[in-house]
């Protein structure tokens, strides 16, 4: 934790010294991080919480797990930021739907989770989408049969977790059925969804976001309207 | 910006053995947490994981002590039993290296725990929603002792192909005239994967079903992690002739006189003296202390 926090104070120290306006007033907007969106205050114990709710999230899907507020970069839900300060590193490539990519929230990731950004979604062991995106769920990364855990984790943003309960959900991590209403997906998600389902073991697990409000359907689970 | 107040943080809560909160570093913390997503998200499917050297020799519980150092936070509490005792070897020094690594409350009591990390037992008073189960395990792969090649039990699981299972348990009725497996006994999650509860004695196999508990499973020496979500169908496997079914004893607890826990036999003396009690600490204290309070009124 200490480390991390070096690297990031040497790194703002370097980037501030090397793109300080005197030395190259060209680049300075482009590196500057004054408009940069601030990762977690405590990372130790706030990715720890994030995590408990994503965790909660996806072994009981359709319930609505809330993180706490924090800033978020133009473009991006609290909750999908926070998941992503909280499972992102080196190690996981990440797609953006090219309608959420703006660079306050490029940047911010690159900086905070030092994370790749991929162009292809199947690459992707995260991706980071709004309801409209251009394509369906088997674009991503599915995992084999040998191994279903290679799949991409799919954050879908929405417009709200609450809204009058139009979808019924069954499976592992539900007691009997369980009853969601998401605003703010296109006619095409049901169809999508029950593909995804019925690939078993193989598919995405989604995780929709909604301000700061967050709920889970992992592959498991099936949608009957 | 955020690293002034972080580090103020971090200077108050690391321990003074100057090791992170819960001991892994976050890089390791973070991929565990991803694993564990994927184990939720595909129950009984062992999902692999860089298992990183615990201080303490495998075969004590390293895989389920980097689940835990990987889920637990501040406000939880943490039970941890070994073969259902609170006060043993294992128990203690797993116990107490959470309470000092990332000072977190530690009790005995299971109805007040909220991580609960155990080695071959689950506790005999129900578990609830909301508690986490994490089991210690020595080798996930359920069909491992049948087919040696990692590459064919991944087929084998990837097809259902669990036929040789069943084998198993039938060249049991046929040399014994029951199934003879008492502890690991094979369960299917879910109707899909094939999976080894860790060496639970079968008594313990029907609490897996329908469990309002979350049940996360690490394995350290072979790096797996698995899981099974709440309410989530978990059979064990039988036959239509040779349903399954869980031991018993003529005996009952020596101390809280329970005729429905799992026992222990005690030996008491080199001339066949014997007593049974409770393996689960907890469960028989607290019913001896309702019992003695009883006999008080």
């Known amino acids: 934790m200490t480390a991390t926090n070096e690297t990031h104070l040497f790194a703002m120290q370097a980037l501030s010294t090397t793109f300080s306006p005197a030395l190259s007033p060209a680049t300075s907007t482009a590196f500057s991080l004054a408009g940069l969106c601030a990762g977690f205050d405590d990372p130790v114990h706030q990715s720890q919480q994030v995590f408990r709710r994503a965790l909660t999230a996806l072994s009981e899907p359709g319930t609505v797990q809330n993180v706490p507020e924090s800033p978020a970069p133009e473009g991006a839900h609290s909750a999908s930021y926070q998941l992503c300060l909280t499972l992102l590193d080196a190690e996981t490539p990440l797609w953006i739907a090219p309608a959420l990519r703006t660079d306050a929230l490029v940047s911010a990731l690159r900086f905070h989770c030092g994370c790749r950004l ?11 989408i709004s309801p409209d995106f251009d394509g369906d769920l088997t674009h991503f990364a599915q995992g084999s049969h040998e191994y279903p855990d290679r799949s991409t984790t799919v954050i879908v943003q929405v417009e709200s977790l609450d809204a009058a309960s139009t979808w019924t959900l069954r499976g592992p991590g539900i007691d009997g059925i369980r009853k969601v209403g998401i605003a703010g997906l296109d006619p095409r998600w049901p169809g999508m969804l029950a593909d995804n389902c019925r690939q078993f073991p193989c598919g995405v697990d989604l995780m929709f976001t909604a301000g700061t409000a967050l709920m889970g359907l992992p592959r498991t689970t099936r949608v009957e309207i | ?28 913390k973070r991929m565990i947490r991803r694993c564990l997503l994927k184990a939720v998200a595909v129950p009984g499917y062992q999902v692999p994981f860089g298992g990183r050297e615990m201080p303490l020799p495998y075969g004590w519980g390293t895989g389920g002590m980097q689940v835990t150092a990987t889920i637990i936070g501040q406000d939880d509490v943490l039970k941890v039993i070994d073969q259902g005792a609170d006060d043993t070897t294992n128990a203690v020094s797993i116990r107490r290296f959470f309470a000092r690594t990332a000072g977190v409350a530690t009790t005995e009591s299971t109805l007040a725990a909220s991580v609960i990390q155990t080695r071959h037992r689950i506790p005999e008073t129900p578990l609830s929603h909301g508690q986490i189960l994490v089991y210690q395990v020595p080798i996930p792969e359920p069909l491992r002792f049948i087919e040696p090649r990692e590459t064919e039990t991944r087929k084998m699981h990837a097809l259902q192909e669990y036929g040789v299972m069943h084998v198993k348990l039938y060249e049991d009725i046929a040399r014994f005239g029951h199934i003879a497996t008492t502890y690991a006994y094979p369960v299917k999650v879910n109707g899909h994967y094939v999976m080894d509860p860790s060496p639970i004695p079968k008594f313990d196999n029907p609490k897996m079903h329908g469990s309002p508990a979350l049940q996360l499973f690490g394995a350290g020496r072979e790096k797996r992690i698995y899981a099974i979500p709440p309410f989530t169908r978990v059979e064990s496997l039988d036959f239509e002739d040779h349903p399954f079914e869980i031991q018993g004893w003529d005996q009952t607890c020596e101390f809280c006189g329970s005729d429905h826990s799992f026992l222990d036999e005690v030996v008491t003396d080199d001339e066949g003296g014997r007593i049974f009690i409770c393996s689960d600490t907890d469960y028989c204290n607290q019913r001896f202390e309702t019992g003695a309070r009883q006999e008080a009124v």
């Open chain 2, 1 to 28: 910006m955020t690293s002034a107040a972080s580090n103020h943080n971090s200077d108050t809560e690391s321990d003074s053995n100057g090791y992170n909160f819960a001991y892994l570093d976050e890089q390791t």
């Open chain 1, 118 to 128: 991929v162009d292809e979604p199947g690459q992707a062991e995260f991706a980071l």
